[in-house]
């Protein structure tokens, strides 16, 4: 049987692995924010429901947490519609 481990170590020690987010990652993340808090706020939701009937305001909240979610979206997708429309402008 053939060993791979001499291998496996020369794959590792060529990609240098930096931990850190680069700032253009940072960026996309507080760009991405509000949509992920929005999701994050719908999963919440969903998951109080699990494993029993939903009440009229667990179907709400599920509701407005949807909501959110489009708008975020929407606000997303237009924001990254006009800086694609400015950028080929210049």
């Known amino acids: 049987m053939k060993s791979i481990a001499a291998l496996q170590a020369a794959v590792t020690a060529a990609a240098p692995f930096d931990a850190e987010p680069s700032d253009a990652e940072l960026d996309a993340i507080e760009t991405e924010m509000p ?4 999701d994050v706020a719908l999963l919440d939701a969903q998951i109080m429901t699990i ?17 959110r979610v489009l708008a975020a979206r929407r606000e997303l997708a ?4 006009v800086v694609s429309l400015s950028a080929g402008v210049a």
Do not use: F, H, V
């Open 78 to 81: 237009n924001r990254s519609a």
């Open 35 to 38: 949509l992920i808090l929005a």
């Open 51 to 67: 494993g029993r009937t939903p009440t009229e305001l667990d179907q709400r909240r599920i509701r407005r947490a949807r909501r």
